[in-house]
């Protein structure tokens, strides 16, 4: 007979029984050991339908193909730039990806890009061997110019931006700043009032904290509208 010896939104640790019987169905983070389910990492559970998965709570962001990152100069070379991106593996932004516009072999790269430049580029490959190709030909990617980098989980961006944006959303209105999360957790924060930059920044802080206690959304407005003193729309449900 099988049983579920967890709920959604429960903290799972390594090794942690999460069901007994062959009824269920091991997703990502969980493994199955003979006929037990068992947690591969620390992770929130989410069950779906007869599956089980775990989405981790720590961890380095590993690179996706199509994902939308902040990355960071941190070498020039003769053909590009190479970024860290806040992950075990950099990438690299090759000349004919570095801009819309023809870059000549032997151009002072300096002039696109230098040492330590924050960059909004798009993941274009990843190869087995986890050599990762950006991009910054493409809507909204771009250098960024001022504000502040701030740095979450990136198994957290999810809950940060929202359904559709949501919570993002929110958070922009209420404070009138300009907010980039990348999915590798990297987040830029811009605004001229240094008090609503900072209550940005305490904000997306809180809300990957707290990313796993339901609820979410209601607490982050009731949170914002006590710091703003102002009432605030809701762009959604970010549950």
């Known amino acids: 007979m099988s049983r579920l010896l967890i709920k959604n939104k429960d903290i799972a640790v390594p090794g942690e029984i999460m069901a007994e019987g062959m009824d269920y169905l091991p997703g990502p983070g969980t493994y199955r050991d003979e006929d037990k389910i068992r947690a591969g990492c620390v992770g929130l559970v989410t069950i779906d339908g007869r599956a089980i998965k775990l989405i981790p709570l720590a961890g380095r962001y590993m690179p996706k193909r199509g994902d939308t990152i902040i990355g960071r100069v941190k070498e020039i070379l003769i053909s590009g730039w190479l970024l860290d991106i806040d992950s075990a593996y950099p990438a690299m932004l090759s000349m004919k990806d570095g801009s819309s516009e023809y870059i000549a072999r032997g151009s002072d790269l300096t002039q696109y890009y230098t040492f330590g430049d924050y960059l909004v580029c798009k993941i274009i490959n990843v190869t087995t061997q986890k050599l990762v190709d950006v991009t910054m030909k493409g809507p909204g990617l771009r250098k960024l110019y001022g504000g502040r ?27 009138g700043s300009k907010i980039i999360v990348g999915q590798n957790g990297v987040t830029w924060i811009q605004n001229d009032d240094p008090k609503m930059e900072l209550l940005t920044v305490d904000t997306i802080y809180k809300i990957a904290a707290e990313a796993h ?21 809701s762009a959604g449900s970010g549950e």
């Open 149 to 175: 980098i701030i740095k979450i989980n990136t198994h957290k961006v999810p809950r940060v931006i929202g359904k559709k944006g949501s919570m993002v959303s929110m958070v922009k209105q209420a404070t």
């Open 213 to 233: 206690i339901s609820g979410l959304t209601d607490r982050i407005k009731e949170f914002l509208e006590k710091k703003t003193g102002k009432k605030i729309q």
